[in-house]
Every structure is written in C-alpha cells, then in structure tokens.
C-alpha cells in the first residue's frame, strides 16, 4: 500500500485543518483499511478521528431526538439497551451485519459511509453484470449496473429519518441518511453527497422515531445463515393505535445505491388494520419501477417477498428479546406462511 | 512521509518497543516485530479471523488495524491465554473437544471465545454460534469449537479454579 | 470390540483410542511453527503481481516505478528473471504440472505471476508490485465452460482419467422400462486452506533449505533438486505443521519456484506468502464439471444401464480433467455401465486435485440421478438403494475386500429417522412452517495405497523413536501414527518419540487419497517389528535371556516387554535385552505398500450413507442444512477423534459445495471476481447445525496390514447429493447444479 503519514488530532478544529487533498478520515478502519490493501483508495494522509473528544456519546437531547457520537461502536451502538429498546430494528440491523469483530471497531459514523462492493474494484475494465447479480441495484439507477449499498444499519435510519451532522470548512450542516447515498458517475466518482473534507460528529433520530419500538423488524435474506451482505433486505415499523396502522415505514435495503424508502406504500397502509392483502399491496407498490439488470429478474420477486415478510413481522411486534440470529429468516419464522 | 515512527505496543502487558511504518498492521507488527507469530494470517481483509485478538478487552481483526493505532490499548494475543506452562481452561478445552485439526485458525477462535466470555458470560448457545460465524474453519466441522467454548464458560460461572 | 485381524499384528492398546491430538497444546499456545511464522535475519520479502487477465500478453511493466519505491530491493520479470534448470512446461513426472515462473509475457489465465517484487520489507515489496501497473494486450478470454469446444480425454494417468464400459450399453437403455437422462453443473471452486501457500527460501551454496508447507516430502524435494539442477539430497524441506491441504499442496506451485530462483539471484533468504486473493490462481482447484446422467430400470427397479458421461474443464496448456463419471464406476449394481470423460480448454489455472477429487462431483450428479430414478420407480430411495446393492464390483466383478455398506445404510437410515418419509415432495412443514425435506446419499471412495519407509529406534530405557517424513496437515498424523508406532512395539504412546514433516527423515509418502495413515502406517508397524524380529534374535541368542532357545518361536510385545508368542511364562523387558547386549540403541526399518497382486484382485473402498435435513423458507427460499448424519465404514478406525473429525469436517465441505462454493469469472477479463473470503463463501459455524457421525465397525482382512481404508475424504462425498435431494425433497424443486442458490429455488 502506498506510504501515508498518519496524524491524530485530539480536537475537531485539528482535525479539520489536517485535511488536505488526498487525505482520508480513519475511524475504526475496518472498511479503509481492506480498500487500503486492495488499492481501490490510495490516501497520502491519515486522520485518526479515536482521540477526538466528546464523540463517543449516546444522549438524549432536549427536543427527545437521540444524538450518537460519530466514534460510537457499532456493538456498543446495538447492545445500549436503552438504544436497543427504543429503536429494536436499529440494533438488529447492526447485529446482523458483518461480523463480531468488525462490529467492536467499526464506527457508526463509519458504517454509513461504508463504500459500496464493486467488483471491479479489483480489476480495470471488467463486465459490471459479471458474478453475483444479485449484489446489484434494481432500483435507483434507470437500468444502469451499479452496487446496492451494503450497510445494513443505514436501511432503518433512514425508515425513522435519521440525519447526519456534518462539519466542514464552511461550518456545519445536517443531511438526511436519505440524501447521502449517490450512485457515482463517471464525472463524480462520490458515493455519498460529502464534500471532501467533511467530517460526520454524529448522528440523529427525531423524537417521533421512538414512537415506532413496539412494532419495528429488520429482516435480511441472505446466501449464508450469518456474515453474508445481504441479497435483499427490509426495514419495517410500525406504529398501531386501535387496531389500525396510524403510521407506518418502510425501507428496502440492497436494491439500490441508497437504502429505499417508500412512501408510498408508507402512505398506503396509513390507516389500515394490518393484515396479508394490505401487506402484499404495499410490497407491490416497494418495487415499483424496479428494474433487473443481469437477468436478476428473482431479485425483484425476492426483495417483495422480503418487504412482505418484514412487514408482516413488524405486525406482529417487536420480539421480547433480540433473536439470536438477528435479523434471520431463520430467527424470525412465523408460524403461518404467506404462500405455501 | 515512509518514516517510521516509534511507538509501543503493549502486548500481553509487556510492552513492546518498536519502530513501525504508518502503513504495517497490527497483525504484522505484531507477527514480526514482537515475534509473536501465534496470530495468524489467513485473509488479510477481515474476512477470516485467524489474526483475531483482543485490543482492550474486545475482539477485533488486527490485519484490518494499523499498528499505531494501537499505541496505548491494552492488546492480549493467544501466547498470553496461558499461564506459563498452564493452559487456561478455554486452550484445555479446545484440545479435550477436538476443536482443532490443522491449528491454523485455533488462536483466532480462541481469542474471540476469550473475548467473548469475558464480555458476554451470560451469553446464550445460539448467540455463541452467531459469534463464532465471525471465524472461519476449514477442518474441524465447527461443533467441537462451539462445545469447548460451552465448557469455558461453563467452567467459568462454576469455578475460579484452571481445569485439569 | 474384538480384533480379529491377524494376532501377528501387535495391536496393542494405543490403536482404536480416541486419543487427544498430540499437537494440541503447540497449537493452542501459538507454539505451533507454520511456514510463514519463519523471518531468517537478512530475509527479503517477496511478492508477485497476479494478471487481472486471463488471455494475452503482457505489454508494459513500469519498472522503474516499483524500483524507486524505497524499500524494494529487485524487480523480477521476464526480461531479467535468471536462468532456471527445469523446464516448466515439461511433465518430467506423472504428478508434474505445467506452471508460470516468467518464461514469457504471455498471459493464459488470471492470478498468473507477471512479475515478482523483492523489498527489505513486505509493506515495500507490496507496494513495489502494486506500482508496475502491469498493462495488457488482451485477447478474448475462453472462461465459459458451457461454450467450450469438447473433446474425448486420452487416458494418461493422474488428471487424464479412464473410461469404462461394462455390459452391452444400448441394450441396458433399450430393456429400461423407466428412464431419467438428466444433466448436473458442478462449480469451479479453490482449496482455500486457512493458511496460504508460502514459503521461506535459503541457500548455502548449491544446498537448499525450504521452509514450506507440503503433503509430500519426498516427491517434492525431487521436484525442486529438477528445477535447479541440483541433487535431491541438496534439498531440505521442514514442514512440521500444515494449515490444512486438501490436495493444493501437494506439487510445487510456479510462485514457490520463483522465491526459491530469487534467493539464489539475490544471495539472501526469500520469504514469500500467497495472499487469499492469490489462492485463486496458480494454486489448482476443482474444475467445474457438466455431467450427463442416464439411468435406467427394468420392471423390477433393478438398474440396467448407468451411462456417465463427465464433461470437466480443464487449462489451455495442461491436463487435469475431473475425473467425476468414475464415481458411478464400483457402486451400484447395473447390468450395463459406462463412464466417458470429456474434456474442455478454458484460459484458467490448471485444475487438480481437491478432495475428493472426481468422486465428490461425480457423485453430487449420481446420488441425484438415482433419487430422481427412484421417485420415477415411486420407491424410497433408500430402498432403491438397497435393490441395487452392488456384492461384487459392478462390471469386474471382483469381490469387494469388505464393504459394509448395508450396515452404513441400515445405521445411518436409524440413526437418522428415515423410516416414515413421505414419497412425495412438499409434504412437510416444521413448527415454523418451514418446508423440510429429507434426503440422502450413498459415499463410496478407493482406499489407494502409496509407497512409505519408516525407522524405529528402540532406545536402551525401553522408549523409542520412530521417524518418517509423514505429513499433519490437520487430520491428525502426528498423534495417529504415533499410535500405530508405540503398538508395533507394544510401548505405550507416551514413550513413543514420533519425528515427521522433515525431509531428513525416510520418505513418508504422499498425505493424499485417505491413503497417508495407512501406508506410513504400514511403514511405521513394519519398522518397529523389524526391531522387534531383531529384539527377538537377540534374546534367543542370548543364555542370559528367559527367552533363550526360542529362535524358532515368534515373538510378541506387551508393555514394553518381548514375551514368546502363546507362552505368557517367558517374557523379558525390553531394555534387560538391550542393555546384556552392550546398551546400543536397536534401529529397524521398514516400508509400506500394496502388492499388486492384492490390488489386482480386490475392489477396495470406504463406503458410508449420508443422511440430510434441509429446512426451506416457503418464500424466501433461504435454505438450512438442520440435519445431516453420515454413516461410514472404513476399516480400521485408529483414532475415533480424529476420525470423527474428518468425517464431520467433510460432512461441512459437503454443505459447502450443495450450498456455497463457486468461483465467478468476468467473460470480458476472465479474471475469478470473486476471489476472497468475502465473495467466496464457506460455511461458518451458524450453517452446521445438527452433525452426527457413526462409524460402522468393518475388518478388512485385504485392504493392507492394518486393515486401515481411510476417512480424509468420503464425508464430502454422499452429502452433497444428499442435500441436493433433500432440497427436492422439501420444496419440490429439483435444481440441478450446484451450488443451490436462492435464486434457483426462486426461479424453479
């Protein structure tokens, strides 16, 4: 790998006038460093972010909005049972993805900016359709090949409308975790809507997002039972007064560039009694203007069938306890399939 | 900038005073710098976890870690699961079970059981299988690992004495 | 359980224990040395540049950049790579491969050495490599096996594998009254042993010593002396530990040459390690097959014609076909069989063995062929089995040295809880409503023997040392032999001293084909009752001796003490004899292998019956094997550990070849892209769940002295089907290639 020198900024304003043109932020370096070593990036600088203060933090603020410190484990994130307990299918989601040891080092503010697995990364000029078609987008690109985003905890947050704080040269803004993902293109190689030299402090949840813990399920299709990406995968949440659906969200995830949400079909099941038909409708209406690519025609079929599922568990509430394997088809079965 | 820089790691709580390029893993500083070559190699991506070992107390892939930035963490590697010449009861266990064959993969399995335990005593059988998909395996067939793991922690709520 | 083998066989009380690894506490400290864990003062790191094409030529190498990074040392390429003795695309044995070592700039797959990059320090050397942005003429690369051109194998031995025919073929297709003509894709996949191939290189002189992982000692001592012109006893190999094999390191591979050619050009010791992306290159693997199935029965379900025919890639520049239609060849009872491998050019590395070879894909596409027969019969396949319960070798009709694999059905099938199958699929749902399928295969493997020699030292206190070049790459050798050893001297294993993976040492043979334990072993026991035939004479010799006088009896070892064979009264210790006799050590030799005349008139092979639950999400279609319990009969079990571990460890790689393992190629670059653990897929721990393995007991008088058939490699064999069928079973799909994946049951 290509030389670099390696500086540790103990404030955010260090950390800021470190950057230069072809630097990177480091936080748990768990997706850097392997992209380091295959050379598909190749910074001159490091910036370690682990002695920056006051971003390990998990806080309620005044407004009831739930702030995460940018530098906050991903298993530190999940098993905070006060984190756990009011956002389930956040921490599901980060349990179900990678492994152990990935989730000790990993950063949140690392996990949403993880780049996405291109195959040819590792190589010049290959078929963007060759090997696994389903690890490609079928949403989001007009048909173009493109790799689906590979987090697993982005798909809830953006269900419950999480935003990043970002602080720049320019000062501070926030985006929605809705906005940050981007297809790259051949003029602007960005897979996120940062501008070089931003630096994410945290993340939010709005108040209302807690609103949605007793009936809220990530459900993740997968071509091993554990430590696999997705093939398809969904977020669903539900808030149910009366026997009726008062709101609901819904999020695909590893169909497109960017988590999926639809409102649509959100929409749709506003004020309905739960139930398979409604269901099934709102799946339907998830993958509309899906698009396969590669002959992945199954991965439509699969990824409305997941959303189906997922919706269909949220119904039936949030588990007591977090499954053993988070997030399975496996941990999560219900007693009555849908088709036999 | 392919300057080295000074640094210390301390390793099974000796420390360890060394002279590493920004761009050397932990993994390799640890394999030849320290000479403690018990962490193996087996992906280099973070895939695998032979090269898995605890860096304050959690287990972490140390090919997927610069070595600086380890400076200052307390990093525990397999040499340091024994006791002299005692066995822990978690390394005992593994070698009454059969949970190794070629011992290529056995110190990253036992540094994230280790690790595990130590976190989690309280953890459930089927939570210990979703952990223990972190490492992969080419030989065993996975049963014997997880029933030395169940031992160790079994051993651990029952006794503070080592195993036989 | 009785021994009723010969009782001049010393089997004592070491064999059949399911004694703890002796390597064991080595490799839970990290003590355990494998190659790369060896840095000698003064090593140059070494690293290659894999070609991201598979066809063509290479056009640039920017040198010059890789030079002046600072910490590289050399640049290795074809313009300056120095001279090598051996030709690498001579076959100078039957075991040879063809390989890269920078003959040339022509590209003839992706992951072949280019160039070769030497730094003070492995962060430079790879850094060097990265900069030589090696650029390409590419031609199309040919990586589709299903548009390849294929031609009839020529017979020729190791990776040139024989057809067969037995019976009148058209007339057992004519007389089936039911047929199945099916054809069943198996996926290229790579060994991937958890260690990487490496090696650390030195020379002193025209003498060589190797630090690099090896399942043959001897042979691969001979390979490298022929590369470099030196004499094979210049060359030393250490390899005490391997971090598992599975047939990829068994020959040398093109990289281990060029270390061992840089540590001669640079005068300094090489240290070289495969990364996980570089295992998918010129490491071997199991080529992908195609394989054409047609079966027959007549009214009374009896088979009459098994036709296989094995379509296997292959490399543009070498042979080794799959030898898969050979599975259907020793099995099942058919009044006609035939067995046709053909073969086809691919701009891929050379395929070789991986375990199981032939018989693990072979029998993926048999033991699926005969359930799909079986539902055609409507019988249960089990049954159908059994009608076709072969009791000589099918087409030979020799007799089988033992074959218990009645016993394995019969076990496994209780064991399992197969009685009481639904015939049809789809029929049943577990607590969760998950489909469940239940399914099954029958495994069957040779029991081939090779050629060991081993030494015993029987030490004046009574201990001894034994010594072979024999081979842990994981199974167990080490405690293994250690016990066949201490019973040919009757000592218990604690006082056995046992020496291996050093090529010092007299030749162990090849770790491969399940053979190792028997013919070191066979080797090891023919040293140490050389010892004691010496022991024996010695004390007949002797006045002093109880044993006096009893030159014309045999003698027997218990305990460390020769006895007169059926006269428990006259016995003495070992180390009495030796120390009347002036206290010298007492060395014996032997050495192993099977007579011709044996193998000529036996069928010799493992058997065993898989038995496979699958669960099936009726609309997720994701897919758990819950269930899987292997019967096998194997001869002599001398470890019960470590044989049940073999056996659950194939049982895995069974999973993983129903389930997982498949190497994508890009049609435009040809390169494998997905060529690391991330993207290539083996089971972990959360995939196995409910494993059982019994071993059925079965005494094999032929088969060798020990009567040891071997357990390394059948475990994969029956499972795969037996997935496969039980997928069939649960969801009523028959997909016919493996691996399954979500989307095949999706689009069934």
């Known amino acids: 790998m290509r030389p670099f020198d390696f500086v540790r900024p103990t404030s955010v304003d260090e950390a800021l006038a470190a950057w230069e043109d072809g630097a990177a932020w480091l936080g748990g370096g768990t997706n850097l460093v392997d992209l380091m070593k295959t050379g598909a990036v190749a910074p001159t600088r490091l910036i370690d972010l682990s002695r920056l203060p006051g971003m390990r933090g998990i806080e309620v603020l005044a407004d009831g909005s739930t702030r995460i410190g940018a530098l906050v484990g991903n298993s530190e994130l999940a098993n905070d049972p006060d984190f756990a307990g009011n956002f389930p299918m956040v921490a599901e989601a980060i349990l179900s993805g990678a492994s152990g040891q990935i989730r000790n080092a990993a950063t949140v503010a690392g996990n949403v900016m993880q780049h996405p697995r291109e195959a040819w990364f590792h190589g010049p000029a290959s078929d963007p359709l060759a090997g696994d078609t389903g690890k490609l987008a079928v949403l989001g690109t007009d048909g173009a090949p493109a790799a689906v985003n590979p987090s697993d905890f982005c798909v809830p947050l953006v269900a419950l409308g999480a935003v990043v704080e970002i602080v720049g040269p320019d000062g501070t803004r926030d985006i929605p975790v809705a906005d940050l993902h981007r297809m790259p293109t051949a003029d602007d190689p960005r897979h996120t809507t940062l501008t070089p030299g931003e630096l994410i402090l945290a993340l939010r949840l709005p108040p209302e997002a807690a609103g949605f813990a007793a009936h809220s399920r990530y459900l993740k299709v997968r071509d091993r039972t554990s430590f696999a990406f997705a093939l398809t995968s969904a977020a669903a949440c539900m808030r149910i007064e009366d026997g009726k659906i008062a709101e609901a969200r819904l999020t695909l995830g590893a169909v497109a560039p960017r988590p999926w949400r639809v409102a649509e079909a959100e929409d749709l099941l506003k004020g309905q009694t739960p139930g398979p038909e409604v269901f099934a409708t709102a799946a339907e209406l998830a993958l509309d203007g899906a698009r396969a690519v590669g002959g992945n025609d199954w991965k439509i079929d699969l990824a409305r069938r997941t959303a189906l599922r997922a919706l269909d568990m949220a119904a039936a509430g949030t588990p007591a306890e977090m499954p053993a394997l988070p997030a399975s088809v496996f941990g999560t079965q219900r007693k009555e399939p849908a088709h036999a | 900038m392919t300057d080295k820089t000074k640094i210390t790691l301390t390793v099974n709580g000796t420390g360890h005073a060394i002279d590493v390029a920004p761009r050397k893993t932990l993994a390799d500083a640890l394999r030849e710098d320290c000479g403690l070559t018990g962490t193996h190699l087996g992906c280099e991506h973070g895939v695998c976890g032979a090269c898995t070992i605890t860096v304050d107390g959690a287990p972490v892939r140390s090919c997927l870690m610069f070595a600086v930035q380890a400076e200052g963490a307390d990093i525990r590697t397999v040499e340091g699961l024994a006791n002299g010449p005692d066995l822990s009861p978690l390394q005992q266990f593994f070698i009454e079970e059969h949970a190794l064959q070629c011992g290529f993969c056995t110190p990253g399995f036992l540094m994230l059981i280790d690790g595990t335990l130590k976190q989690s005593p309280d953890i459930t059988d089927d939570e210990l299988t979703e952990i223990l998909s972190s490492n992969l395996c080419r030989c065993t067939g996975y049963r014997n690992i997880i029933r030395a793991a169940r031992r160790a922690l079994d051993h651990a709520r029952t006794t503070t004495e080592p195993a036989a | ?629 292997g019967a096998f009969a194997a001869g002599r079990i001398i470890n019960p550990k470590l044989a049940d571990s073999q056996l659950l460890g194939g049982l895995i790689w069974g999973i993983s070849f129903a389930l997982h393992e498949e190497a994508h190629h890009d049609p435009v670059t040809g390169r494998i892209v997905n060529a690391d653990f991330a993207g290539y897929h083996v089971p972990v721990n959360a995939d196995v769940r409910g494993l059982e393995v019994l071993t059925v007991h079965e005494d094999d008088p032929h088969v060798n002295l020990l009567g040891i058939k071997g357990v390394g490699e059948i475990g994969i064999v029956g499972t795969v089907g037996a997935i496969g069928n039980a997928i069939w079973h649960a969801t009523g799909h028959r997909i016919r290639r493996f691996p399954i994946r979500i989307e095949d049951l999706l689009k069934a």
């Open chain 3, 1 to 629: 359980m009785p021994d009723t083998l010969d009782r001049t066989i010393r089997f004592g009380s070491n064999s059949g224990q399911p004694m703890t690894r002796r390597d064991g506490i080595a490799k839970v400290t990290g003590a355990a040395t494998f190659t790369a864990d060896n840095t000698p003062d003064n090593v140059l790191h070494a690293v290659y540049v894999p070609a991201t094409i598979a066809r063509g030529r290479v056009t640039s190498l920017d040198v010059a950049a890789a030079e002046a990074h600072p910490g590289v040392t050399h640049v290795l390429t074809p313009a300056n790579r120095p001279h090598l003795h051996g030709d690498p695309e001579a076959k100078p044995t039957m075991f040879s491969f063809r390989i890269e070592v920078l003959q040339d700039d022509t590209v003839r797959y992706a992951g072949q050495p280019v160039a070769m990059v030497l730094g003070e320090t492995l962060e430079a050397a790879t850094e060097g490599a990265r900069l030589l942005a090696p650029t390409y003429e590419m031609a199309p690369p040919r990586v589709d096996l299903d548009r390849a051109e294929p031609y009839d194998v020529e017979p020729g031995g190791f990776g040139r594998p024989t057809g067969a025919s037995h019976g009148d073929i058209d007339a057992g297709h004519r007389a089936a009254v039911k047929s199945v003509d099916v054809t069943y894709s198996t996926a290229p996949q790579y060994h991937n042993a958890m260690e990487t191939h490496a090696i650390v290189a030195a020379w002193d002189g025209d003498k060589l010593h190797l630090d690099v992982p090896t399942q043959a000692l001897s042979m691969s001592c001979a390979a490298y002396a022929s590369f470099f012109d030196i004499p094979v006893e210049n060359v030393t190999i250490n390899s005490p530990y391997l971090g598992g094999g599975f047939g990829s390191k068994a020959v040398p591979i093109g990289p281990n040459i060029l270390a061992i050619l840089a540590a001669r050009m640079t005068g300094r010791p090489v240290k070289l390690m495969l990364t996980r992306q570089q295992m998918f290159g010129p490491t071997g693997h199991r080529g992908a097959t195609r394989q054409r199935l047609r079966l027959g029965i007549d009214e009374d379900a009896s088979l009459t014609v098994i036709d296989h025919d094995s379509l296997s890639e292959t490399s543009s520049f070498d042979d080794f076909h799959e030898p898969a239609a050979g599975a259907s060849q020793g099995l099942y009872a058919a009044g006609a069989l035939r067995s046709v491998h053909r073969g086809a050019r691919l701009d891929i590395g050379t395929p070789g063995a991986m375990r199981a070879p032939g018989e693990a894909s072979g029998s993926a596409a048999l033991e699926c062929a005969m359930d799909e027969m079986a539902e055609a019969a409507g019988m249960d396949p089990l049954e159908f089995r059994l009608k076709n319960y072969a009791e000589t070798e099918p087409g030979t009709g020799r007799p089988y040295s033992s074959k218990a694999l009645r016993d394995c059905y019969l076990q496994g099938a209780e064991r399992f809880g197969w009685a009481g199958r639904p015939l049809a699929p789809r029929q049943m749902r577990d607590e969760n409503g998950l489909l469940t399928g239940w399914g099954m295969g029958t495994a069957l493997f040779p029991c081939p023997m090779f050629m060991a020699e081993a030494r015993a030292t029987l030490r004046a206190d009574g201990s001894a040392l034994f010594e072979t070049s024999a081979v842990d790459m994981g199974q167990g050798a080490l405690t293994a032999l250690a016990q066949i050893a201490a019973d040919s001297l009757g000592l218990p294993v604690d006082n056995v001293e046992f020496r291996a993976g050093h090529s010092s040492l007299p030749d162990g043979g090849v770790a491969g084909g399940s053979g190792h334990t028997a013919t070191a072993g066979g080797a090891l026991h023919a040293a140490g009752s050389d010892v004691i035939r010496q022991l024996g004479e010695m004390a007949a010799a002797d006045p002093a001796s109880p044993l006096h006088g009893a030159g014309n009896a045999s003698f027997v070892a218990r305990h460390g003490r020769l006895y007169v064979d059926g006269d428990d009264s006259r016995s003495e210790p070992f180390a009495d004899i030796l120390s009347r006799a002036g206290g010298a050590d007492l060395v014996g030799s032997g050495s192993a292998s099977r007579p011709p005349e044996t193998a000529a008139q036996y069928a010799m092979y493992s058997h065993g019956a898989v038995f496979a639950e699958v669960k099936v999400d009726p609309d997720l279609c994701q897919v758990q094997v819950t269930r899987l319990v």
